[in-house]
């Protein structure tokens, strides 16, 4: 294990390397138990640098077995090995040298799944952030960019299938059994990029012509008979080649383009120069096994890896503190490509609904940090929806503020001017201000500051004079290891509506900028008085969810019906909607807890049905408005001393009064939205299966028997019907007979695949209450379950951590105590993937105090075992702190 437990690294302490790579030429022989690697690192001394300066070389876990300078064995006295360094002394002042390296490695034997490893009989890497220290050692950081030459040599039969980035040069067979293939990249690259897979796959092929009229051979290698399931993938891989195309110029680079599918993979997918590896569960649909879910899922990571070619490969980043570099914006260009082949305003709901859910509590929690953070200990700890989402958010804004045609002019810029280099943040910003000739020294601040902006609003209208005077206030809360912030520019976009219906003109206004629908809020507190308004103007902010804050005014439920009814922009009645819907859920929640009844507000139910019975309206958003605050938002809009069996019983109540209400629509809905024609994918068949499980979903809610949930399972023709069923079933009547029954059925009919049955487990771990946790330890002695696998893992016992609210939180602590002993289970295997789980407790501290005394003490139990990695050290710390 890694025994760098206590070193930061910090920002400040950045410095180039001393030694310039020029080449890397590396020969793997590979073998289950002893894979040898040979390095051939051609580097020479960079200017300035002093001639005794040693050269020092990242290694994790290495056994080295030969070290040759310019061909000739080293002296011992010339070299030092640590754990984790080779440092090389007496090198050449000026000239070029060469330093071969030999070490030997058991893939076979890697369950961390970083560096080389394999998956169900195939090789494959990981080197991102530093897996590639795994492999050989070397300068393993993102600004050395360097060609790679590759040979590969494998036994024949096992491994027919040899690859690596970049193009291929030719093989040959060695006539041993053996068989060897070469492959260059031209494009110099860190060694994060750096990928090989080896093993006996099926493939899925087709070409695309870029727009310069190249023809590029597209391959997805899949495993032997699920080559049918790849077909959505590759159709995904082409509409993101041309949309990179069309919305930012961008053409591909390589003769071909490739990626595998592997069944155990710690995150969604990697985008290694020309050899994406993808977690199959990213790749592998049809309509009997996937999700609409599951395939608006495929196309989003299949994007986004593809997207990287240029955010991130062509232009890397400079040191891990930059990684929102490629990942905020390669996110944003993500979210684009789905909202364009979608409906945008069903996108943006969906984005927010899981920015709020997954990234505001991190941002207001002990693990909260700057989209550019400033220090680390374990860098794959950062691979956050900080990074990810709110980074892509800041985007996002930068385009609102410049708008469309210099936000391109500024894109245009940074490739040109950067093609080639591992840059910074402030490298970026700079091609936007210069553009622009904007100042965005204050919109950097998003970049820098921790935190959730919470913007305060109200407004007094003045009759007489036909003025609107809206007072702003913005506070960043303090985060750790910042106290005090600086106000904030926010991007605000927002309307005025009118008694009739008609929007007000914003442009006679003093006290801040407006650009078209964009008020710039760049004070701590900001007085807007807007003339010539002719009646009481109901306000409707942050439109499009255009800056990622919080906001607090107070509105009548009247004034947010109005805007959930007339606003022009969608996402707002959306927004306007669940407004209506969290302020009550949070009342249901305290008469709970005061043993009163709940009250449910006919803005609340009239709102919804309304929405939902509009026929003008798209089905996608239809179901969005009735899909309620789930439990996790009402806990975060409650902010402390939260109990989750209040907030489920409350909730639960809602849901009833809404569903007896609505029947009728309801009843109409699950009949009119039911499918006639043969499973399609698409956005639109999909919306319509979705407003049909909203409207099943309030049916069998507001009935006593699990009668309607098991027909809609028995008549399920496709997974997203199949599985909302088993879901309804499982969730609103653990204990029915037809549940027991669905369950066995779907286990058997989905027996022999492995993604299918983590549907199974993740509905198991979900089951509202505290008996779940039994069902779970039962789970885990199932033959369908595997340890070892990080997507069974986390389907049961991340889903159980993430997202089952009562069941976790049980009041007696028995859910913390259990995710404790899982996490020091996981650890010694698979550091990453344990970390990543526990970081389910990051809003611990919100609970009321009997759970927060359960959940800090099994926090300690996890801080105080001997042995804990970086990477779970590191989370469990900062949660303590
Ligand atoms: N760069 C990838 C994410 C990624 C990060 C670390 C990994 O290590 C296991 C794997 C993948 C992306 O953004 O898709
Ligand atoms: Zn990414």
């Not at 840059?423 to 950097?444: H, K, M, N, P």
């Not at 107070?554 to 209506?580: C, G, K, V, Y």
Request: hydrophobic share 40%; proline share 4%.
């Amino acid at each position: 294990m890694r025994t760098n437990t206590g070193q930061i690294i910090h920002l400040e302490d950045y410095r180039p390397t001393d030694f310039v790579l020029e080449r890397v030429d590396l020969t793997f022989e590979l073998d289950p138990k002893e894979t040898k690697v040979e390095a051939r690192l051609i580097l020479h001394r960079r200017e300035g640098v002093d001639a005794s300066a040693p050269l020092v070389l990242d290694g994790d876990e290495l056994v080295m077995t030969g070290l040759l300078l310019d061909q000739e064995e080293l002296a011992a006295t010339l070299y030092d090995v640590t754990d984790d360094t080779l440092t090389i002394r007496g090198l050449p002042e000026a000239a070029p040298f060469e330093v071969t390296i030999t070490t030997l490695l058991s893939p076979e034997t890697n369950t961390k799944l970083m560096g080389l490893y394999r998956t169900n009989s195939v090789y494959c890497t990981q080197c991102e952030a530093e897996g590639f220290r795994r492999i050989t050692y070397f300068p393993d950081r993102p600004d050395v960019l360097a060609v790679y030459t590759v040979n590969i040599i494998a036994d024949k039969k096992s491994a027919p299938l040899l690859l690596s980035n970049g193009n291929y040069l030719g093989g040959a067979d060695m006539g041993d059994g053996r068989h060897f293939a070469a492959w260059f990249d031209p494009h110099p690259k860190p060694s994060y990029l750096f990928a090989l897979v080896a093993g006996d796959l099926g493939v899925v092929e087709d070409t695309f012509t870029t727009l310069s009229g190249r023809d590029v051979a597209l391959k997805i290698y899949v495993e032997h008979g699920k080559e049918p399931r790849a077909s959505y993938a590759m159709d995904a891989l082409k509409r993101s080649m041309k949309w990179d195309e069309d919305a930012f110029g961008r053409e591909y680079d390589l003769d071909i383009f490739m990626i595998v599918a592997v069944s155990d993979f710690n995150m969604g997918a990697m985008e290694n120069k020309g050899l994406n590896v993808f977690n199959d569960k990213y790749v592998l649909a049809d309509p009997e096994t996937a999700t609409d879910a599951d395939y608006a899922n495929i196309e989003a990571i299949i994007a986004h890896e593809y997207f990287h070619n240029w955010t991130g490969n062509r232009i890397t980043c400079r040191d891990w503190f930059q990684l929102c570099l490629k990942e905020g914006l390669t996110v944003y260009r993500d979210h684009e490509f789905s909202a364009d082949m979608r409906s945008r305003a069903v996108k943006r709901i969906a984005e927010v609904r899981h920015l709020k859910s997954e990234q505001f509590p991190e941002d207001a929690g002990p693990l909260a940090h700057p989209v550019r953070p400033t220090k680390y200990r374990e860098i794959n700890n950062f691979y956050t929806t900080t990074v990810y989402e709110k980074g892509s958010e800041v985007t996002r804004m930068l385009a609102t503020i410049l708008g469309r045609d210099l936000f391109k002019k500024g894109m245009d810029l940074y490739f040109e001017r950067h093609d080639g280099q591992a840059v910074t943040i402030e490298d970026f910003i700079a091609c936007f201000a210069e553009v622009s000739g904007r100042d965005l020294s204050q919109f950097s601040l998003w970049y820098h500051q921790a935190g959730t902006p919470l913007v305060t609003a109200s407004g007094v209208y003045d009759a007489a004079k036909q003025t609107f005077t809206l007072s702003l206030e913005q506070t960043v809360p303090a985060t750790p290891g910042q106290s005090a912030k600086e106000p904030m520019h926010i991007p605000l976009r927002m309307g005025l509506l009118l008694e009739d219906g008609a929007e007000a003109d914003l442009s006679s206004v003093t006290g801040a900028d407006i650009t078209g629908d964009v008020l710039h809020l760049t004070e701590r507190k900001q007085t807007v008085v807007f003339s010539g308004i002719t009646s009481r103007p109901v306000p409707s902010f942050n439109r499009g969810f255009s800056a990622p804050i919080n906001l607090h005014i107070e509105q009548s439920d009247d004034d947010l019906a109005l805007i959930a009814r007339h606003e022009s922009d969608l996402f707002a009645r959306w927004q306007a909607l669940n407004a209506i819907a969290l302020a009550n859920l949070v009342s249901a929640t305290a008469d709970v807890r005061a043993g009163k009844s709940v009250t449910v507000e006919r803005a609340l139910i009239d709102g919804l049905i309304g929405a939902a019975a509009d026929d003008t309206l798209e089905p996608a958003f239809r179901s969005q408005a009735l899909s309620l605050p789930s439990e996790a938002d009402i806990a975060r809009e409650i902010g402390a001393d939260n109990d989750p069996d209040a907030i489920h019983t409350a909730r639960q109540q809602v849901l009833k009064a809404i569903a007896v209400t609505g029947r009728e629509t309801f009843l109409r809905l699950a009949d009119e939205m039911a499918s006639k024609a043969a499973f399609s994918p698409d956005a639109e068949s999909a919306g319509r299966r979705a407003l049909r499980n909203a409207a099943l979903t309030y049916l069998v809610h507001g009935e006593d028997n699990p009668a309607r949930a098991a027909e809609a399972f028995a008549a399920a023709d496709n997974m997203t019907d199949l599985s909302h069923a088993l879901a309804l079933l499982a969730h609103r009547f653990p204990d029915a007979p037809e549940t027991a029954q669905a369950l066995a059925t779907f286990r058997k009919r989905f027996a022999d695949n492995a993604l299918v049955i983590d549907k199974w487990f993740a509905v198991q771990a979900t089951i509202p209450g505290a008996g779940t946790l039994d069902r779970i330890k039962t789970l885990m002695t199932e033959p369908l379950f595997n340890g070892n696998n990080p997507n069974r893992v986390r389907s049961l016992i991340g889903s159980y951590a993430f997202a089952n609210p009562t069941g976790f939180n049980r009041a007696d602590g028995e859910g913390y105590r259990f995710l404790a002993k899982q996490i020091l289970d996981i650890d010694p295997r698979n550091p990453q993937l344990a970390a990543r789980i526990l970081t389910s407790m990051r809003s611990w501290r919100s609970l009321e105090d009997v759970r927060a005394g359960h959940a800090r003490n099994a926090l300690k139990e996890i801080v105080s075992a001997t042995k804990l990695s970086a990477d779970v050290s590191d989370i469990v710390e900062r949660m303590l702190k």
